[in-house]
């Protein structure tokens, strides 16, 4: 007796964690269903008066010769531009464009990221070391996708650096049955309680070097669009460390 009511105990435990996990799939879901519906309305409703106060600023700017009004004007438009960004961050990450997966050689793609990288790093004393035991890794997904996925781990890393220099590792390989690419710095790390909301929509995290913006949501959404995920902890020399992963089967 005690057995059977252990077993249905554990019976009863399992299906608890199966709809727990459910309900927070479906939370997620209905979160960014809203998020996308409040997107798409306030982008309709801002984006009007947006157009209209940068097209008159603009105008004005070709008409007005004072340097101290000009200087009022170009504050404007590039305030206008920023909402427009913000209004398409929020639907990029609401509803993220579909994958077009294509065959290509992660390897050389990530070679020439560091070489797009390099002079971006150099002027603020920073060096950017790849790392992979692989000399070719062909796989198939979306080439477009994760580029802006590690080009945003390295930017994020560049910007926790850029005052005193440093050190970034950008590593391919294996771990199990998933391939990971890892973005690691030597800077001070992450705190704990800012670790689990620097994916979040603008979560400011300047206290850790980071801005505003939607860099690191970003690269989340389009890694859980690509089958996989991505994670940050801090490195056992302290540093931050983001891993993007993917199940090898997918490629």
């Not at 070709?62 to 590039?78: D, K, S």
């Not at 990450?93 to 390897?107: C, I, S, W």
Request: hydrophobic share 40%; charged share 25%.
């Amino acid at each position: 007796m005690e057995d059977r009511n252990s077993a249905e105990l554990e019976r009863v435990r399992a299906e608890l964690s199966v709809l727990r996990e459910q309900f927070q799939e479906e939370l997620e879901r209905q979160k960014l269903n809203a998020l996308a519906e409040f997107a798409a309305g306030a982008g309709h409703e801002i984006n009007n008066p947006l157009a209209i106060i940068g097209g008159h600023a603009q105008l004005l700017l070709r008409e007005i010769e004072n340097p101290e009004h000009r200087r009022q004007l170009a504050v404007i438009t590039a305030q206008v531009k920023r909402a427009y960004e913000m209004i398409a961050d929020i639907r990029y990450f609401a509803r993220p464009p579909q994958p077009e997966p294509e065959r290509f050689d992660l390897v050389e793609r990530l070679r020439c990221l560091v070489k797009e990288q390099t002079p971006l790093m150099q002027e603020s004393e920073i060096t950017l070391n790849f790392e992979t035991y692989a000399e070719s890794v062909i796989i198939e997904t979306d080439p477009v996708q994760l580029h802006l996925v590690t080009a945003v781990l390295c930017n994020n890393a560049r910007e926790i650096l850029q005052i005193t220099g440093g050190h970034i590792w950008l590593r391919l390989g294996l771990a199990g049955d998933c391939w990971e690419i890892s973005v690691e710095d030597d800077g001070p790390g992450i705190a704990e309680e800012i670790r689990q909301l620097v994916f979040c929509p603008y979560f400011s995290g300047r206290q850790a070097g980071r801005g505003l913006g939607f860099g690191l949501p970003k690269a989340w959404r389009i890694m859980q669009q690509l089958g996989g995920s991505l994670h940050c902890e801090n490195s056992e020399t302290g540093g931050a460390k983001f891993i993007a992963k993917i199940n090898k089967g997918n490629f």
